[in-house]
């Protein structure tokens, strides 16, 4: 599992922790994932968030 796929878990299970259901959010979070690693990054930047 890479970093920010860790990472989104970790956000994932502390939002859930507080009520919160985010079945969309997840799926949104999870596909804009895959978009980071196709592109080869290993961290999320502003270059890419806005392109």
């Known amino acids: 599992m890479s970093a920010l796929r860790q990472a989104l878990a970790d956000y994932l299970?502390?939002?859930?922790?507080l009520g919160y259901q985010l079945v969309r959010s997840e799926k949104l979070l999870a596909q804009f994932l895959t978009y980071l690693e196709a592109q080869g990054e290993d961290?999320?930047?502003t270059k890419t968030a806005l392109d």
């Open 13 to 17: 299970a502390m939002c859930r922790a």
């Open 43 to 45: 961290y999320l930047t």
